[in-house]
């Protein structure tokens, strides 16, 4: 195992970060009307919002190649489609949101060889995703919570990778299941569009364009009207961005504060409702202590798959996994100003899981633990940019008892496993152009694995086939990318 110095080095480039950024904290807020007001002070007021997002994608790809062989020709065909539909709800009782998406995709991939038989892949997905969340809200404070997340994919796989035997193909059905359910104390408020209220107000401000004071009722009561303008949804988005400058601007002619209605006032709400996309911030503090079941199965079905040049075949895959976990989350988001914003959200979970794979005749029980801490710091200078640093860390350290029939069928096994993983990431987004952004992300990203049971089931949670092996694992990544991302609507 590598020293815990080895492990601190993913942390230099973010407290250096951290360090640069908050020399500059003192001075992002400049003297005028407006810097008083906290984005703290703002409760999101009653909206509901429904939306239905449709994303398809094909992609169509060959290639030919000769490097002293025959020459080659690959291709491949794949399709997608995946809709999902998104609510959200908000009031002084009920906090809700949920996220539902079916998908499909089929792909082909084909590789011919002069004077060989072409191999040939094919690759059908069907699945779906589920998270739904509830908070009921007895009081301002306390809360009741019960949450569905589920996932669930069927894959068929049909191809001729070891020819010439016979085609294959896998049939593998994963299905992902949990409930928790609890209470807590405390509520985290949505304040992003009070940012905006600010950012409109100081905007104006320094462009000459309000008249008179504007005290905190005022803009309390300017932003809780941004939020219904915002969370009314209109089909046509140029139609909806009319809308929105509309009501905004009636808004700031019925309290009198615009001293000269002109182009410069205009374009100055268009811009920055234009860009008025990321980020979600909040506000707040909320502990809560949850009773989580969950149950996972994989099945994977193998028709003439052999093992290369050799005549076996594999039998059935049947694998499950139960856990009962405790959990205790404690979770808090501070607006530092309308320019800086901390979170930290920590979960503390103990519990219970058994497994079992009937091909090895393999069962385990196990007494699981484990820490989850992740902690962002946000920047955003003005609506167009962000730049966020996050540092995610967790913690497991399982032990137990298990029983392989095929190999020790007479005694069992004590085994520990312990995982740990720790990233840090830095990501800088800016708009170009209303449809037109760019994205900066680097990460850096250490596992240590260590794990000694004789047949590893932990990989269900990723869905492989399981491995026997015993050994620690660590390993590095260290990532670097760049978008430009176009969207034409």
Not at 343 to 355: I, M, P, Q, W
Not at 374 to 380: A, C, D, H, P
Request: glycine share 4%.
């Amino acid at each position: 195992m590598k020293s815990p110095k080895h492990f601190c080095k993913l942390f230099y480039f973010p407290i250096l970060v951290l360090l640069l950024l908050l020399a500059k904290k003192n001075s992002i807020n400049g003297q005028n009307k407006t810097s008083e007001f906290e984005l703290s002070d703002y409760k999101l007021t009653d909206v509901s919002q429904q939306q239905l997002n449709l994303d398809f994608g094909l992609n169509l790809s060959d290639s030919n190649y000769n490097n002293g062989s025959p020459i080659r020709s690959n291709s491949t065909r794949e399709g997608h489609f995946r809709p999902s539909y998104y609510f959200y709800k908000n009031n002084r009782k009920h906090q809700s949101q949920a996220h539902l998406q079916p998908f499909i995709s089929y792909g082909t991939f084909s590789n011919d060889r002069v004077a060989t038989t072409p191999t040939f892949q094919s690759d059908l997905d069907l699945g779906f995703e589920i998270d739904l969340q509830n908070r009921f809200y007895k009081n301002n404070k306390h809360f009741f919570e019960i949450d569905i997340i589920a996932d669930g994919i069927f894959n068929k796989s049909r191809g001729n990778p070891y020819f010439p035997e016979p085609m294959v193909t896998d049939k593998v059905n994963t299905t992902n299941v949990s409930i928790p359910i609890g209470f807590g104390i405390g509520r985290l408020e949505a304040v992003e569009d009070a940012r905006l209220a600010l950012f409109i107000l100081e905007d104006l401000e320094q462009k000459g364009k309000i008249d008179g004071e504007i005290n905190k009722e005022d803009y309390l009561e300017f932003a809780k009207h941004i939020s219904r303008v915002k969370w009314q949804r209109v089909l046509d988005f140029r139609m909806q961005n009319q809308y929105q400058v509309e009501a905004i601007d009636s808004f700031l002619r019925t309290k009198d504060f615009i001293k000269e209605y002109d182009a410069i006032y205009f374009t100055s709400i268009i811009d920055l409702l234009r860009y008025n996309w990321f980020p979600e911030r909040f506000h707040g503090n909320r502990k809560s202590f949850l009773i989580a079941p969950s149950y996972l199965s994989y099945n994977k079905k193998y028709e003439n798959y052999p093992f290369p040049g050799t005549s076996n075949r594999y039998t059935n895959e049947n694998l499950s996994k139960f856990q009962y976990l405790g959990q205790f989350n404690f979770d808090i988001a501070k607006t530092i100003n309308v320019k800086w914003q901390w979170d930290l959200f920590t979960t503390l979970s103990a519990g219970y899981e058994t497994g079992k794979e009937e091909r090895f005749e393999y069962q385990y029980n196990a007494i699981v633990t484990k820490i989850e801490v992740r902690t962002n710091l946000g920047f955003y200078p003005n609506n167009r940019t962000s730049l966020k640093l996050a540092i995610d860390a967790n913690f497991d350290n399982d032990f137990g008892s298990e029983n392989h029939l095929l190999l020790n069928a007479s005694s069992s096994n004590n085994f520990t496993k312990r995982v740990i993983n720790v990233q840090s990431s830095l990501e800088l987004f800016y708009w170009l152009a209303p449809n037109f952004n760019i994205t900066l992300f680097g990460s850096l990203f250490m596992r240590n694995y260590k794990n000694n049971t004789i047949i590893n089931l932990y990989q269900l949670d990723f869905a492989n086939d399981i491995d026997i092996f015993g050994n620690s694992n660590e390993n590095e990544r260290y990532i670097f990318t760049a978008s430009l991302n176009y969207s034409i609507f």
